[in-house]
């Protein structure tokens, strides 16, 4: 049983490579190639980055509002943290759904980048080339760096979140409000953290995509 959960693992690996590779070229057939790909991926990486920074706002606000709350439908205010909980759940993902993107279009320009400059007959065409992908992959490893570096922060901040809004969801009263206040100002430092290196974060990647755009 285990071989063949391996080796459908593998096939499944070869398949969506396959798709890749495929989709690759028939983009390069109209005039879009790795590098165009690359620099929409990166665009899009920064879109989600701030998505993810509005909804986890949304989400200590929402929090905020059911700490404070004096009267009312508590269950009301409940629900409402928790759908944005939710929701900064879901933006976090997108994040690392379009790093990894990112990550998979880079893997396949520069392969394709060092196998042409083998092609390259000309010795002092071919260092320069060699030299300008070595600066490529420099700019990116620092902005890939940054990207995961804000991405590694979200866990921590939704773990902490779930954890404040199962204890509520067990115990929804003015008592366990209380007793969970001292948790939301750890939560508003750590968000604010989250924001500040997404913001670093994004600008690396305008200083990538100016060195990638002509």
Known sequence: MKMLFTSSVICL???LGGCQTAYYGAMEKIGYHKRDI???????????????????????????????????????????????????????????ERIDKVESVADALFDEWQDEIGQISKASLRQQSQNKLK???????????????AESKMPPVLTAMKDNMLYLKHNLNAQTIAAIKGEFTSLQTDISSLIKEMNRSIDESNKFIAHMEP
Request: charged share 25%; hydrophobic share 30%; proline share 0%.
């Open 135 to 149: 600066q490529t992959q420099r700019s990116y490893q620092q902005m890939l760096k940054s990207m995961r570096r």
């Open 13 to 15: 690996s070869l398949i």
């Open 38 to 96: 690359m620099v929409d991926r990166v665009k899009d990486a920064q879109e989600s980055q701030q998505d993810a920074q509005q909804q986890f706002s949304s989400a200590l606000q929402e929090m905020q509002h059911l700490l404070q709350h004096d009267g009312g439908d508590l269950e009301q205010a409940y629900n409402k943290a928790k759908d944005e909980y939710e929701a900064a759940q879901s933006a976090a993902d997108q994040v690392s």
